[in-house]
């Protein structure tokens, strides 16, 4: 199970980054000697990840509906052990990796048996906002409740500890209580989607973000379920390496 591959692709194009800048852009090195504009999906301050003259690998996708040809996916740092580590800097694609688990049934102790995943249903205060995913539970389900999953993409570590967020979320304090306002009668899980495989527990980001943080300690007070889950980045695949501890001395 673990180490199984989730998606699939032909072989990305590495390269050295030279500058991250206007949130969207960077501008890479190729190991060819060509210098390319490619788009950053990520437009957080990527804490621990965003590092000139470090590795990094890019997607080559032209297109006549694309500005740039070229998407950066993946980043090569050095973490706390002093070990090399690959981690996915493309934010499009937590969603996916998410579904693709559930749908691979990694997630089937935690969710039970699943009949149906719709993307973007809109709930909400004032039914202004949309759900990554909701999963509708099969007759033999545990639970037979609709459950509600908000996935968020993180980066961030401290050690071997993975941190959501890496910096003030008002969009993320709102979630949470979006989960919170759907107990009890459907079931609300946080899916904090870990882009890189080193990590052996999640914990909130408070000194990114302290409201986040006591948001998320009354959530799962509230009985919000927080599952993170850890996903490996290779040059011509993305796998599933598990679930992770919540850090029970942060909450």
């Known amino acids: 199970m673990l180490g199984h591959p989730l998606l699939k692709f032909p072989p990305l194009q590495e ?54 040809d070229w998407s950066w996916e993946q980043a090569e740092v050095i973490n706390q052990e002093g070990s090399l580590c690959w981690v996915g800097v493309n934010t499009a694609l937590a969603n996916k990796l998410v579904r693709k688990s559930i749908e691979a049934k990694f997630l089937e102790k935690e969710l039970g048996s699943i009949s149906e995943i719709r993307q973007e249903v809109v709930y909400g205060f004032n039914r202004r906002s949309r759900i990554d995913l909701v999963l509708y539970p099969a007759q033999n389900n545990f639970d037979s409740r609709k459950i509600y999953i908000e996935v968020k993409n993180t980066t961030w570590t401290e050690g071997s500890l993975a941190l959501f967020p890496d910096t003030t979320t008002q969009r993320g304090q709102k979630h949470l209580k979006e989960l919170m306002n759907l107990i ?13 495989k080193d990590s052996k527990a999640f914990a909130p980001g408070d000194s990114a973000d302290e409201e986040y943080g006591n948001l998320f300690r009354e959530a799962i007070k509230k009985g919000v379920e927080v599952i993170p889950c850890s996903f490996g980045f290779y040059r011509d695949c993305i796998t599933w390496e598990g679930t992770k501890i919540v850090k029970q001395e942060q909450i």
């Open 15 to 68: 390269g050295v980054l030279i500058k991250r800048y206007k949130r969207f852009l960077a501008d890479v090195r190729l190991d060819t000697g060509e210098v390319v504009t490619a788009h950053c999906a990520n437009t957080g301050p990527m804490k621990g990840v965003l590092v000139e003259n470090g590795r990094v690998r890019l997607k080559y996708s032209p297109s006549p509906s694309r500005k740039l």
């Open 184 to 196: 009890p009668e459907d079931k609300p899980v946080l899916i904090p989607c870990i882009a890189r």
